[in-house]
């Protein structure tokens, strides 16, 4: 059997420790399911160009955004959610799922990042109660989701560096369709998102994969490689 072929959708930086993380995680994974896993890094604008990432078994969008290319970072996710194609967003990668999401299938053309466009439409995106964060909080996962069957557990301790995530203004609109929400805060706060109806559409906006440089297993990782082998 071939490798599984990961494409890395973002815009790399040896400053960010996620983008130090990832190949870790993806690598403890493929151990862990006994299979060959490949990366490759796909720049935000080079995304865009369909040609670009139809090769790979799943894409994951990166943290540290914002993206050189926004139109690059929505275009993969939007081929992701519309093809099946496995699917992990982290951070700015769950930020820019709830963006494409918002735009794409709610039909909120002007659904925007307050990050990157503060003064324009719909910021689905904005700045945190807490300001910046940057440390270890508690996540809750909901029952049923596949966070929850990853970690075979209801809860965990997980990293952040985030200043960004969903305006409480539009949280009940964004998760109540096929977009669920799939993990929560201590404070009760949107942390992770699902898309029902596909085989693995995960975002959350806490870094899993920073983990990996402890020496821990991620676990949603792992389920995430599992997919793109099925898929």
């Not at 990432?53 to 799943?58: K, V």
């Not at 820019?96 to 909120?108: N, R, T």
């Not at 693995?200 to 995430?224: D, H, N, S, Y």
Request: glycine content about 12%; some cysteine.
């Amino acid at each position: 059997m071939g490798a599984v072929r990961i494409g890395l959708v973002g815009d790399r930086s040896e400053s960010v420790v996620a983008h130090r993380a990832i190949p870790i995680a993806l690598q403890r994974a493929g151990e862990e399911r006994e299979l060959a896993v490949e990366h490759e890094w796909v720049p935000s604008e080079e995304a865009a160009s369909a040609e670009r990432i139809t090769a790979f078994d799943g894409l994951w969008c990166v943290p540290g955004s914002p993206y050189r290319s926004l139109a690059g970072a929505l275009g993969a996710i939007r081929h992701a959610r519309e093809n099946g194609v496995p699917f992990l967003g982290t951070c700015g990668g769950f930020q820019h799922a709830v963006i494409e999401y918002a735009q794409a299938v709610l039909g909120w053309r002007d659904a925007t990042h307050a990050e990157t466009t503060p003064n324009g439409g719909r910021n689905v995106i904005s700045a945190l109660t807490c300001g910046a964060l940057d440390g270890e909080g508690l996540i809750r996962f909901v029952r049923s989701s596949k966070l929850a069957a990853a970690y075979g557990a209801r809860e965990t301790t997980a990293e952040y560096l985030c200043r960004y995530g969903v305006n409480p203004e539009f949280r009940s609109a964004l998760v109540g369709g096929p977009l669920r929400e799939a993990a929560t805060d201590g404070d009760g706060d949107l942390r992770a998102v699902e898309l029902d109806g596909h085989p693995f559409f995960v975002a959350t906006l806490f870094q899993p994969e920073r983990a990996a440089l402890r020496g821990t297993r991620v676990p949603i990782v792992t389920a995430f490689v599992a997919a793109c082998r099925e898929a």
